[in-house]
């Protein structure tokens, strides 16, 4: 079947897949340590989301089922487009600025290589960094 490689940006969607299955393999609390990540290194962002602990439990599952469903089709780009459109549109009453975006994906890279250890090689690293910088955009295209 032919590859479609969304909006002209290349990255390796093999290693990209691979690595998220490996990782969640050894960790099976990702969103979790994600957002724990996120909001050591950015206090801030955690106003957005809320504090119970059940509506985080929720948050955490939706993240992971997202990625989990991304993962899936990330080389399909009319998928990722009207996916990710859908969720930017979601995420537009936050009004997030692209610092939030950057540094809600610099925390995502950081979990992910953490749970990784010596198979974030700079291949994978630069497959996932390709593959975040592609949905992000996806996503940001809906707050226009
Ligand atoms: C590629 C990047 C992102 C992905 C894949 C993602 C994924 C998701 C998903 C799946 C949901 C649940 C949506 C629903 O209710 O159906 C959600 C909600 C949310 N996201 Fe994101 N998100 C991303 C970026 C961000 C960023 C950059 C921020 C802010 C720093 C953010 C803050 C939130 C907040 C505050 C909610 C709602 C939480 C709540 O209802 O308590 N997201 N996100």
């Not at 940006?9 to 969640?24: C, G, H, N, P, T």
């Amino acid at each position: 079947m032919r590859r479609v490689t969304p909006f002209n940006s290349s990255f390796d969607a093999a290693l990209v897949r691979d690595s998220y299955k490996k990782v969640l393999e050894r960790e099976h609390h990702l969103a979790r340590l994600f957002y724990e990540k996120l909001f050591a290194k950015h206090p801030e962002l955690q106003s957005f989301f809320s504090a119970t602990p059940a509506v985080r439990a929720h948050q955490e599952k939706m993240f992971a089922m997202m990625l989990v469903a991304i993962m899936d089709r990330i080389d399909d780009s009319p998928w990722i487009d009207q996916e990710m459109a859908q969720l930017g549109a979601k995420h537009r009453r936050f009004q997030l600025t692209d610092a939030n975006y950057h540094d809600f994906g610099v925390a995502f890279l950081e979990t992910i290589a953490h749970v990784a250890g010596a198979d974030f090689t700079h291949d994978v690293e630069r497959a996932w960094r390709g593959a975040w910088d592609m949905l992000t955009a996806a996503m940001k295209k809906a707050h226009g």
